[in-house]
T-cell receptor, first 111, second 114 residues
Framework: KQEVTQIPAALSVPEGENLVLNCSFT??????LQWFRQDPGKGLTSLLL?????REQTSGRLNASLDKSSGRSTLYIAASQPGDSATYLC??????????FGTGTRLTIIP | EPEVTQTPSHQVTQMGQEVILRCVPI?????FYWYRQILGQKVEFLVS????????KSEIFDDQFSVERPDGSNFTLKIRSTKLEDSAMYFC????????????FGSGTRLTVV
């Protein structure tokens, strides 16, 4: 079964620190992987999309990496800010038309 | 930046009633999707739609559900005879070219069945 796992479920860090969020998936034959941000009770905002042929993507303070062979992706957030507090979701395309989501990591940045 | 628009943002309905959730995808997108998220659970795929027909659906998407693109801009999800367990956030998404282009999601409709 194709599954996506995110650990830890919750993470608190002081403002200004760099941090890494983890995503693992069970099948290395992926098409792409997308990181989303979800604020409480709100929709999903796409952060970064990594194609299967890519190793990483960057946008501002965010950097996402992809290692298909180990079934892992990381989202690196530099110089964290209180506004980064949200739930971060990892979602994988396993070759069909749907995204398979992880349960997310709820991130709290402590001012 | 182009957006996927969903209406209403929150809908309360009585058990057994029919609801229609509406979405306006990004105008040049060709692939459309519905997902749902029950409170505290994962976001789950319901259905994908391309070229005026369903291209894939999950086991959740049974005869209670249907989708339609009634005109050139709207994409709707109809839930017949709603049940308490249909209470969830429903997200519409669209994509320019399917898998390789990634998705843009709307802000969701919170459906509460009472």
């Amino acid at each position: 079964k194709q599954e996506v796992t995110q650990i830890p479920a919750a993470l608190s860090v002081p403002e200004g620190e760099n941090l890494v969020l983890n995503c693992s998936f069970t099948d290395s034959a992926i098409y792409n992987l997308q990181w989303f941000r979800q604020d409480p009770g709100k929709g999903l905002t796409s952060l970064l999309l990594i194609q299967s042929s890519q190793r990483e993507q960057t946008s501002g303070r965010l950097n996402a990496s992809l290692d298909k062979s180990s079934g892992r992706s990381t989202l690196y957030i530099a110089a964290s800010q209180p506004g980064d507090s949200a739930t971060y979701l990892c979602a994988v395309h396993f070759g069909n038309e749907k995204l398979t989501f992880g349960t997310g990591t709820r991130l709290t940045i402590i001012p | 930046e182009p957006e996927v628009t969903q209406t209403p943002s929150h809908q309360v309905t009585q058990m057994g009633q029919e609801v229609i959730l509406r979405c306006v995808p990004i105008s040049n997108h060709l692939y459309f999707y519905w997902y749902r998220q029950i409170l505290g659970q994962k976001v789950e795929f319901l259905v994908s739609f391309y070229n005026n027909e369903i291209s894939e659906k999950s086991e959740i998407f049974d005869d209670q559900f249907s989708v339609e693109r009634p005109d050139g801009s709207n994409f709707t999800l109809k839930i017949r005879s709603t049940k308490l367990e249909d209470s969830a956030m429903y997200f519409c998404a669209s994509s320019e070219g399917g898998v390789i282009y990634g998705y843009t999601f709307g802000s969701g409709t919170r459906l509460t069945v009472v």
